[in-house]
């Protein structure tokens, strides 16, 4: 199975620190994205690197990825109250199926 | 900003019954996606669709399930003859193709919650 998993499982942070997520997964990919889902809403998708790529930066978050470990790492840097959400990482590998980790539920404490 | 619809936000059926869960994806987009997402679970692919055709499905959609578009805007999904375990939020997802290459950024609808009593 090429399915990520996340770590941790619940993250609780206090609004300003920063968040770090990981996702590991077990095939070749052709790239790993995150996405962020609100309670009971639909997927917003927040980032994606592709396979040949080490790190990427999108305003406050920065993606990791380490395909020698078959590991991602997001990082959501001066947390926010509105950040609280579900984040899932997804791998493509070929063709057009994402494959979703379990996620990690994100609470920031205001 | 562009978005990919959903309707109904939640349906309520008996078990037996046919559902068709309706999306209308991005206009200009050409590759269509269903997933859906148990309570609790992972979200899980079911089947994309390129060209009106599948291009790809998974275990899970086997023949209670199947895909159309019936025109040139909607996508849908619909079930034969639901079960109790197809209690589930299902969400459509499209993605755009530029010049013959397919963009891998899906961008996802709120989702149905389909409720089998």
């Known amino acids: 199975s090429q399915q990520g998993e996340e770590d941790p499982q619940a993250l609780s942070i206090q609004e300003g620190e920063n968040a770090t997520m990981n996702c590991s997964y077990k095939t070749s990919i052709n790239n790993l994205q995150w996405y962020r889902q609100n309670s009971g809403r639909g997927l917003v998708h927040l980032i994606l690197?592709?396979?040949?790529?080490r790190e990427k930066h999108s305003g406050r978050l920065r993606v990791t990825l380490d395909t020698s470990k078959k590991s991602s790492s997001l990082l959501i840097t001066a947390s926010r109250a509105a950040d609280t959400a579900s984040y899932f990482c997804a791998t493509a590998r070929y063709g057009n199926k994402l494959v979703f980790g379990a996620g990690t539920i994100l609470r920031v404490k205001s | 900003e562009p978005e990919v619809t959903q309707t109904p936000s939640h349906q309520v059926t008996q078990m037996g019954q046919e559902v068709i869960l309706r999306c209308v994806p991005i206009?200009?987009?050409?590759?269509f996606y269903w997933y859906r997402q148990i309570l609790g679970q992972k979200v899980e692919f079911l089947v994309s669709?390129?060209?009106?055709?599948?291009?790809?499905k998974s275990e899970i959609f086997d023949d209670q399930f199947s895909v159309e578009r019936p025109d040139g805007s909607n996508f849908t999904l619909k079930i034969r003859s639901t079960k109790l375990e197809d209690s589930a939020m299902y969400f459509c997802a499209s993605s755009e193709d530029t010049g013959g290459i397919r963009v891998d950024i899906q961008y996802f609808g709120a989702g149905t919650r389909l409720s089998v009593l």
């Open positions: 690197i592709r396979s040949n790529e």
């Open positions: 669709f390129y060209n009106n055709e599948i291009s790809e």
């Open positions: 206009s200009n987009h050409l590759y």
